[in-house]
């Protein structure tokens, strides 16, 4: 797989826009997410890794009993890429779907 290209600030922007329950932290994106309980959470999370590793692409999760933490950056790019954005939406896509 090509590396993936870092965006620029004002790409980054018009992204996160369409994610508007994600925030930028220098070069992650982050997001954090409720569940109903303990195996909401965990079931989130076995959608989350099903989608990353299908993308060879695998955000930092931070369980704290029904509450995830995401992070997403394109270490091998040094910041964001749309790996990151697209992996942002699919997670977006689970946590709706176990709501």
Known sequence: MPAAARLTDPE????LAALPDWTREGDEIRRTAETADF???????VAVAEQAEAMDHHPDIDIRWRTLHFAL???SAGGLTTLDFDLAARIDRAVRDEG
Do not use: C, G, L, Q
């Open 73 to 75: 950056s394109t270490h």
């Open 12 to 15: 980054i922007d018009e992204r």
């Open 39 to 45: 195996p909401a959470a965990i079931r989130v999370v």
